[in-house]
Each structure stands twice: as C-alpha cells, then as structure tokens.
C-alpha cells in the first residue's frame, strides 16, 4: 500500500485560518537585559541620612592635618592654628518617569500591567542615575559636556593616573588618552591591576572596602590567566546581583557595561552615547578605562526616593510618576585611581 506524504510546510486554507485561527499571546514575557548596576558597592552613603528631611547641601568635615615637629628638652613650643577643612556635596541632581495605565486596558489586559511598567521604569531609572554618577564622578564633567582634553578627564588626584602615577614611586604606568595601557594580553591587564594596587598603596588608602571595574571585554582577557582563575571566588547570586565576580590583589571586581569610553580621535562619552559623539581629541585612539578605589573615595546622597499614583482628570486610568533627587562628590580624591587601556 502506498504511503501518502504531505507536502510541506502543511497550511490551511488562508481564508479558514485568518477567521478561526486565533493569534496567541503568550503570558511569558520576553526577558528584557539590564545593564549591572554598582553603583551601591563602589560609593559611600554615609551623610545620606542627615539630608533625607531638609536642606540641598550637606558640609563634609575633615580633619587637618597638623604639624608634628622634633621636640627639644627647654625650647618654646610653637602651637599653630589648625585649619578648617571641609566640602559641599550639593544635592542638585534629579530624574523621573511618568506614564499612564489606562483602566480599559488594565482591566482586559492578561497581566497586570501597571506592575509590569512600573518594574521596568524603576530599573531604567536606576540604570540612568548610575551612569550619569559613574560619568561625572571618574572623568569630572556633567554626561551633556564634550570631554575634549586629557585634563578634564580624570576626578582622581594627580598621583593616581598617567604613565607615572605613584604618589612616592612616580613609576606605575596606569596609561594616558595618547598612550593607553595595552591589555591585549593576560599578563599585561594582570599588571595593570596591580599597578592600581601600589598607586592606591603609596596613598595609604586602607585594604577594606577596594573595589575594580572592568570592562566584559578586559574581564575576559583577565579570566585567561591561571592566577586570576585561582583568585577569583564568588557564589552565583552575588554575581546576578552586582555583577562582582571575585576578589583579585585586595579588589573586589566588578564588570560593568556602563563605564565611560573613548574613541579615535575623541573625547570621554558615556557608556550608552556613540563614541563619534565625543568631541575633538587629536592623536587620541580607542581607549577604554578601569576604575579603583575604596569606597571612602565617593559619595553618594538620594534626598527623595518618590512614586505616586494620581487619578486622569481627563480619561478613566492612573497618571503613575517617580522622582529621585540625589547628590554624588567625590569626596577623597586620592582614594581611586584612573587608568586608560586599549
């Protein structure tokens, strides 16, 4: 007997299948990727409560440093007069969402939808308030300025970035916008990483509490060398969570999509911006950075942390709208290190 094959692909009547074959909407939601946010791990809150009920500024104090001089059995002490050293951290920066959920389609909708939105506008929200930090605090100009000279692009003290960084040494090569750091090998980023260890060393900056941020892409150069591999440690939901990946040399490192970058030619964009959009930076090539630190070096303040829900006056739905007003200095200058790699 005969075996009949179909031939394929098998369809039904185009006329049958636009009436009775309905179209199927999953309740499974594609998942949507957000870039790693550090922002929590790298900076300090410790004046965040005193600016939560008032004011737009809170005055950081620190202690001066006085002279210690070679006693002598007989002489005159000379006192001096200490000097008073402090800063503002101004709490001027703010962003928002707004959206509306309209009842008719909340209430046919398979899902909830309101939820739903509100889920996603918190994470952006988030994402953006990060990588504005990340822009002005590590190359010291508002994400809206052309960064256009090497000077203008580092927040650090001298000592701690160019090809003689090293506040005692002046001998440990972090790269420059004109000479990068080569990573192109393992042994070269592994270097690196401890060069950033000794310039944070020669600035007495405590071992507690250092971190590194590194690119995906320098991550997996590093991840080629045995010691990195030996070092590194970390369960699986720290990594979901903060993107942290191991501990390497004191560093708690960190990989993230949104540090600032550079290209030919061009000055200093934020992680989401095109590189060509940078402004005019002659002999400089396609550079990349990794930041160190401790977390004393910056500060950061949200003020006001708000989401409500309003009634349209206009239509039958929800007016739903957050705010976040914050404020971020870098407040020990010397306590992170810049360097530029390509």
Do not use: H
Request: net charge neutral; aromatic share 8%.
């Amino acid at each position: 007997m005969a075996i009949l094959v179909p031939a394929a692909p098998f369809l039904t009547n185009p006329t049958i299948a636009t009436v009775f074959n309905p179209t199927l909407w999953s309740k499974k939601i594609n998942a949507k990727y957000y870039v790693d946010n550090q922002l929590t791990e790298i900076t300090n809150t410790n004046w965040e409560g005193e600016i939560k009920s008032q004011g737009d500024s809170v005055r950081i104090r620190t202690a001066p440093t006085l002279t210690i001089s070679d006693y002598v059995i007989g002489s005159s002490l000379q006192y001096e007069v200490p000097t008073p050293v402090f800063q503002d951290m101004l709490i001027e920066k703010a962003k928002s969402f707004a959206f509306q959920c309209n009842d008719v389609q909340a209430a046919q909708a398979d899902m909830d939808l309101q939820n739903f939105y509100m889920d996603d506008a918190a994470k952006q929200l988030k994402i953006s308030i990060t990588e504005e930090v990340f822009y002005s605090m590590f190359i010291g100009i508002t994400p809206d300025t052309a960064s256009t000279t090497a000077s203008n692009t580092r927040t650090c003290t001298a000592a701690n970035q160019g090809a003689t960084a090293g506040v005692k040494s002046a001998a440990l090569n972090l790269g420059t916008d004109l000479v990068p750091v080569l990573t192109s090998t393992p042994a070269n980023l592994l270097a690196l990483i401890l060069n950033m260890g000794a310039v944070l060393d020669e600035q007495n900056v405590p071992d507690e509490g250092r971190w590194l941020i590194m690119s995906p892409f320098d991550r997996q150069i590093l991840m080629q060398t045995n010691l990195a591999q030996a070092y590194f440690t970390g369960d699986n939901s720290s990594i979901v969570r903060t993107g942290r990946i191991g501990m390497i040399d004191r560093f708690n490192v960190y990989v993230s999509n949104m540090l600032p970058r550079g290209g030919t030619a061009k000055g200093w964009v934020t992680a989401s911006a095109a590189t060509s959009t940078g402004g005019t930076m002659s002999s400089a090539i396609n550079r990349r950075c990794m930041i160190a630190g401790n977390k004393d070096a910056i500060s950061f303040a949200n003020q006001v942390n708000k989401t409500e829900q309003v009634r349209n006056p206009a239509d039958f739905g929800d007016f739903i709208r957050g705010l976040s007003v914050y404020g971020r200095k870098v407040v020990k200058d010397d306590a992170f290190c810049f360097a530029v790699v390509s």
